[in-house]
């Protein structure tokens, strides 16, 4: 079984300046989360989409920050100006409807430099 | 809401030593627990979990833990560590009841295995 899938890396950016991540979960997990790691800390949840429908994003700063899931597959987290404290691992994770019983599965996650 | 609270932020131990790293947890409903490891520049991987059922879980790689759900904890624990078990680890927590629940996590725990 494939994985989930991250696009890119790692990216470094100058401030103010704009930036996407990508996200190919595994196939058949309706449910989709984006979890953004601040080095030292625990991920932290910013968006979770079940299908292409937004469940929860109660934690996403909607002034600079924007996600969406077309077709309930790959995912996109656009980050548009970039502040220094958006440094972080940007990590995605997918799972079947019904999340905990059935397990999440993490990408590998694209760490982002802010400078 | 959802916390869960790791007491130590790091473990230092010798090598096939036993370790024990600690985890509590608030909610409100009833839970899933997992233990996730992360390794330098990776993603998370499952340990273990705790759906239902024995309060002894045993994981991947000789990792167990036990759910108190009277103290609320959920304690990570390996007899005999090796060098390869440095990682950071993290305690999470789902609600056992949602539909499409999303993970909490902890703050981490560094774990560091010396000779």
């Known amino acids: 079984e494939a994985g989930v899938a991250q696009s890119p890396r790692y990216k470094i950016i100058e401030k103010r300046q704009s930036v996407a991540f990508w996200c190919n979960p595994i196939?058949?997990?309706?449910?989709l989360y984006w979890y953004q790691q601040i080095l030292g800390q625990g991920p932290k949840l910013l968006i979770q989409f079940q299908n292409n429908g937004v469940v929860d994003d109660s934690q996403l700063p909607k002034d600079r920050f924007s996600a969406e899931r077309l077709k309930g597959v790959d995912s996109t987290l656009k980050i548009q100006p970039a502040k220094l404290e958006d440094s972080a691992v940007y990590l995605c994770a997918s799972s079947f409807a019904g999340g905990g019983h059935y397990g999440y599965t993490f990408g590998s996650g694209t760490r982002l430099t802010v400078v | 809401a959802q916390s869960v609270t790791q007491l130590d932020s790091q473990v230092p131990v010798f090598e096939e030593a036993p370790v024990e790293l600690r985890c509590n947890y608030s909610?409100?409903?009833?839970?899933?627990l997992f233990w996730y490891v992360q390794y330098p520049n990776q993603g998370l991987q499952l340990l273990l979990k705790?759906?239902?059922?024995?309060?002894l879980v045993k994981g991947i790689n000789g990792f167990e833990a036990e759910f108190n759900k009277s103290q609320t904890s959920f304690h990570l624990r390996k007899p005999s560590v090796h060098i390869s078990d440095t990682a950071e680890y993290f305690c999470?927590?789902?609600?056992?009841?949602?539909?499409?629940?999303?993970?909490?996590f902890g703050t981490g725990t560094r774990l560091q295995v010396t000779l």
């Open positions: 909610s409100s409903v009833s839970v899933y």
């Open positions: 196939s058949g997990h309706a449910t």
């Open positions: 999470a927590v789902s609600d056992a009841g949602g539909t499409a629940s999303k993970l909490t």
């Open positions: 705790y759906l239902s059922g024995s309060t």
